[in-house]
């Protein structure tokens, strides 16, 4: 059964700090990984995803890798900014449910961020 | 385009009722997703539908829970009979076709509160 942790629950930094949220799945057989930020008493906003193929993705300041061996991926933001402030989120699809059921995300969840000016 | 458009976006219900949700999909989607996100929890898969057809609904409650999506109009998820424990927030995301990125786009929720 693939189970989904990201750790810490919450964390708050300063502006300006690059900082790094964690994932960790426990099957690697995963067909992709995405990352999604959540505000408060908002949808989720797509960030990153990771094709099972793919080691690394960026866009702007934020960088996500992935790790299948290991069952890890990384979210790093540079340069913090308060608006950055919100939930993030990490789902991964297991690869034998993309034939029969593609949106079968399963989601950690997610570690609450607070940027301070 | 407009994205995945949930209404409505807060619904109020006493224990009994009947919750109606609704879900457009993004222009071109013709994949639905229903998700549920319960208080301190993270979100879990209900059921996925094409039109006309629920492809998979191993996520959804066996009893009073339902879901369509018709040739025409938005998907629906029915809640019959609401008890406080079905007080959560209903997400709806939409997919292109199955041979995509897997991908997918999540709408602003439809929070329930059961009273």
């Known amino acids: 059964k693939q189970e989904v942790t990201q750790i810490p629950a919450a964390l708050s930094v300063p502006e300006g700090e690059n900082l790094v949220l964690n994932c960790s799945f426990t099957d690697s057989a995963i067909y992709n990984l995405q990352w999604f930020r959540q505000d408060p008493g908002k949808g989720l906003t797509s960030l990153l995803l990771?094709?099972?193929?793919?080691r690394e993705q960026t866009s702007g300041r934020l960088n996500a890798s992935l790790d299948k061996s290991s069952g890890r991926s990384t979210l790093y933001i540079a340069a913090s900014q308060p608006g950055d402030s919100a939930t993030y989120l990490c789902a991964v699809i297991r690869r034998q449910d993309y034939g029969g059921s593609q949106g079968n995300l399963i989601f950690g969840k997610g570690t609450k961020l607070s940027v301070k000016p | 385009n407009a994205g995945v458009m949930q209404n409505p976006r807060h619904l109020v219900r006493r224990r009994g009722q009947e919750a109606r949700l609704r879900c457009s999909p993004m222009?071109?989607?013709?994949?639905v997703y229903w998700y549920r996100q319960l208080p301190e929890e993270g979100l879990k898969f209900m059921v996925y539908?094409?039109?006309?057809?629920?492809?998979?609904e191993s996520g959804m409650p066996k009893e009073r829970f339902s879901a369509e999506f018709p040739k025409e109009g938005p998907s629906i998820l029915r809640i019959q009979q609401v008890v406080r424990g079905d007080s959560a927030a209903y997400f709806c995301?939409?997919?292109?076709?199955?041979?995509?990125?897997?991908?997918?786009?999540f709408g602003e929720g439809s929070r329930l509160t059961v009273l």
């Open positions: 995301a939409s997919s292109p076709n199955r041979r995509n990125t897997g991908e997918l786009f």
């Open positions: 222009k071109g989607h013709s994949h």
């Open positions: 990771i094709q099972s193929s793919q």
């Open positions: 539908l094409q039109k006309e057809n629920i492809i998979d």
